[in-house]
């Protein structure tokens, strides 16, 4: 089975084709970074023209890269939910044409719950993987991370299309969180990506700088962020003058400094999204299998100390650990055309009346 994908929710205009839910034969990707650049910040109104221009383009190269035409799709997927609504109307009304005008079925996904996916999904072929079947069965019951630009949560999973969601951000979302951080050093744009750079130099210490690790109440699976950026933005510009005027900026800090600031802010982040999933995993309910699996997506899963600390926990949890590859942590259409495969299978599939959403579904 082949499914179109199409995802347009924030600034990246993505199509890829996907067979049998698991296997990518093609992923195509235009981002805008450099049209937001000049801004620090997605523009919703230039993204949501730019979408409109490069959405034809770009599902055409999906379906050239994939080497095969359009009639032989066997549905079409898009991602409808959650987003920025100018953006996420382009994707929806390419798809809902697509599929009306060749008689397939449309098949409404939620970007956030394809996040969880993108790790499961492979760039080989069905023969090369040599699977008996699709292989995905057995990720299940699973916890499931994803860490975006715009959404921090974690769910238990009964199956790709059975979830719940445990907690999410009370704040800020944790790549939010890195950018304002990257911005508070004086970092370029993407911030996330540079944070982590200057994280890694020679000699930054994460141990420079004690952060506060956001607990929360005593049982609670839900994130937050803003105190760790507001600590960070006054060791970096010292506390405000009345009026909130602050007496130095990043432009101050020698590289060195910046450098262990950068380390400290990702090692703290880092641990607080650790200690809820070592929470998740030790407060699910008796009368539920324990999950056998971790399953992470989401922008800020390409951060190298996450992907370490994740990797150390899944190996003390007895626990398979499921991490896109790099070019599957970013928004990306290949995840939402494998999420498709399954809703499809349950029959849960769209009509033209479907809507464009800002918010997820769970
Ligand atoms: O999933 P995504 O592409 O878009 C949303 O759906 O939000 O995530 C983008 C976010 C941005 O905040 C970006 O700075 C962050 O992911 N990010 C990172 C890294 N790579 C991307 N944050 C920290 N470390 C990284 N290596
Ligand atoms: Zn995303």
Same mark, same amino acid.
């Given at each position: 089975?082949?499914?179109?994908?199409?995802?347009?929710?924030?600034?990246?205009?993505?199509?890829?084709?996907?067979?049998?839910? $698991?296997?990518?034969?093609?992923?195509?990707?235009?981002?805008?970074?450099?049209?937001?650049? #000049?801004?620090?910040?997605?523009?919703? #109104?230039?993204?949501?023209?730019?979408?409109?221009?490069?959405?034809?383009?770009?599902?055409? *190269?999906?379906?050239?890269?994939? +080497?095969?035409?359009?009639?032989?799709?066997?549905?079409?997927?898009?991602?409808?939910?959650?987003?920025?609504?100018?953006?996420?109307?382009?994707?929806? /009304? /390419?798809?809902?044409?697509?599929?009306?005008?060749?008689?397939?079925?449309?098949? *409404?996904?939620?970007?956030?719950?394809?996040?969880?996916?993108?790790?499961?999904?492979?760039?080989?072929?069905?023969? #090369?993987?040599?699977?008996?079947?699709?292989?995905?069965?057995?990720?299940?019951? *699973?916890?499931?991370?994803?860490?975006?630009?715009?959404?921090?949560?974690?769910?238990? !999973?009964?199956? =790709?299309?059975?979830?719940? +969601?445990?907690?999410?951000?009370?704040?800020?979302?944790?790549?939010?969180?890195?950018?304002?951080?990257?911005?508070?050093?004086? @970092?370029?744009?993407?911030?996330?990506?540079?944070?982590?750079?200057? *994280?890694?130099?020679?000699?930054?210490?994460?141990?420079?700088? /004690?952060?506060?690790?956001?607990?929360?109440?005593?049982?609670?699976?839900?994130?937050?962020?803003?105190?760790?950026?507001?600590?960070?933005?006054?060791?970096?510009?010292? @506390? =405000?003058?009345?009026?909130?005027?602050?007496? $130095?900026?990043?432009?101050?800090?020698?590289?060195? #400094?910046?450098?262990?600031?950068?380390?400290?802010?990702?090692?703290?982040?880092?641990?607080?999204?650790?200690?809820?999933?070592?929470?998740?995993?030790?407060?699910?309910?008796?009368?539920?299998?324990?999950?056998?699996?971790?399953?992470?997506?989401?922008?800020?899963?390409?951060?190298?100390?996450?992907?370490?600390? !994740?990797?150390?926990?899944?190996? /003390?949890?007895?626990?398979?650990?499921?991490?896109?590859?790099?070019?599957?942590?970013?928004?990306?259409?290949?995840?939402?055309?494998?999420?498709?495969?399954?809703?499809?299978?349950?029959?849960?599939?769209?009509?033209?009346?479907?809507?464009?959403? =800002?918010?997820?579904?769970?």
């Amino acid at each position: 089975m082949l499914i179109l994908g199409i995802e347009s929710s924030c600034d990246e205009t993505a199509a890829a084709v996907v067979e049998s839910g $698991r296997f990518i034969r093609s992923n195509v990707i235009a981002s805008q970074n450099d049209l937001h650049a #000049e801004y620090r910040g997605v523009v919703p #109104e230039l993204a949501s023209r730019a979408h409109a221009e490069r959405i034809l383009p770009v599902v055409r *190269a999906a379906l050239h890269d994939a +080497r095969t035409s359009i009639g032989d799709l066997d549905a079409i997927a898009v991602g409808n939910r959650p987003g920025l609504i100018g953006s996420l109307l382009v994707g929806v /009304a /390419a798809a809902k044409a697509l599929a009306w005008s060749l008689d397939k079925p449309l098949v *409404a996904v939620d970007h956030v719950h394809a996040h969880l996916y993108s790790g499961l999904l492979m760039s080989t072929s069905v023969q #090369e993987a040599g699977l008996s079947d699709q292989g995905i069965s057995d990720h299940f019951p *699973a916890l499931g991370l994803v860490v975006s630009g715009g959404h921090t949560a974690l769910y238990r !999973l009964d199956s =790709p299309t059975t979830l719940r +969601r445990l907690g999410g951000t009370i704040d800020d979302a944790l790549g939010e969180a890195f950018d304002k951080a990257a911005t508070i050093l004086g @970092l370029p744009y993407p911030g996330g990506p540079n944070l982590d750079r200057l *994280a890694q130099t020679a000699g930054a210490n994460p141990r420079a700088h /004690a952060f506060p690790i956001s607990r929360l109440s005593p049982d609670s699976l839900d994130f937050s962020f803003s105190g760790l950026k507001t600590s960070l933005l006054y060791r970096v510009r010292g @506390l =405000p003058a009345p009026g909130g005027v602050f007496a $130095r900026d990043h432009t101050s800090l020698a590289d060195g #400094e910046r450098a262990d600031l950068a380390a400290s802010f990702q090692h703290a982040a880092v641990q607080a999204v650790v200690l809820k999933i070592e929470r998740a995993l030790d407060r699910g309910p008796a009368s539920e299998p324990p999950p056998c699996s971790l399953l992470v997506g989401g922008g800020v899963s390409a951060n190298s100390r996450l992907r370490a600390e !994740l990797t150390r926990l899944a190996a /003390a949890r007895h626990l398979r650990l499921v991490l896109p590859a790099a070019p599957l942590c970013v928004d990306n259409a290949a995840m939402i055309a494998g999420l498709a495969f399954h809703l499809h299978a349950a029959g849960l599939t769209a009509d033209l009346n479907l809507q464009a959403m =800002p918010t997820t579904a769970c």
